[in-house]
Structure formats: structure tokens, C-alpha cells
């Protein structure tokens, strides 16, 4: 009977190690599941913000284009003012420039 009761106990610790294999194989998966998950839920996040930091630099940028484009629009107006208040002087201005221009590029 002990040859038996010790087979029968060699199979009861094989069965229990069997279900100790497929229990850890099951949490294995379930933690690699776990993480897969977490990480592509970052991803996700990580995503997310920086779409939102873009298009908060794309609409500075726009802004600042804007800006600069009436900057630039005003500055033209208040030339073009200028040269129809005094086109005489301008002119003369213009004249005085070319020749500086033209000395300096001459050297």
C-alpha cells in the first residue's frame, strides 16, 4: 500500500505542478496583456499631446504671420503716404541712395 499511496501522491504533486505551469503561463499572460495595454494607452496619450502642442505652435505661427504681414502692410501704406505727400524729395532720396549703393558696391 505504501508503493500505492506514494504513487498516488507522485501524481497528485504532478497534476499540482501542472496546474502551478498553467497558472503561471495564464498570469504571464496577463501581466504581458497588461503592459501591452498600458503602452499602447501612452502611446496614445503621447499622441494626443503632441497634436494638441502642434497645433498650438501652428496657430502662434499663424498668428504671428498675420502680424507681421499688417506690419508690413501698414509700413508700405505709411511709405507709399510719404513718397504722394513729397514725391519731389523721394525722388531726390531715391537718387542719393542709388549713388551710395553704387559706391559702396564699386569698392
Known sequence: MDK?????????????????????????????????????????EISRETRSVLDQL??????ALNRATEAGSKSVESVEHKIEERPFLSIILM?????????????
Open 58 to 63: 501652428r496657430k502662434r505661427g499663424d498668428d
Open 95 to 107: 537718387f542719393l541712395a542709388g549713388i551710395v549703393v553704387g559706391k559702396l558696391l564699386d569698392r
Open 4 to 44: 500505492q499511496t506514494a504513487q498516488g501522491d507522485y501524481a497528485n504533486v504532478k497534476e499540482d505542478l501542472q496546474v502551478l505551469r498553467d497558472d503561471i503561463a495564464a498570469l504571464s499572460k496577463t501581466v504581458a496583456d497588461g503592459q501591452r495595454d498600458r503602452a499602447n494607452n501612452l502611446k496614445d
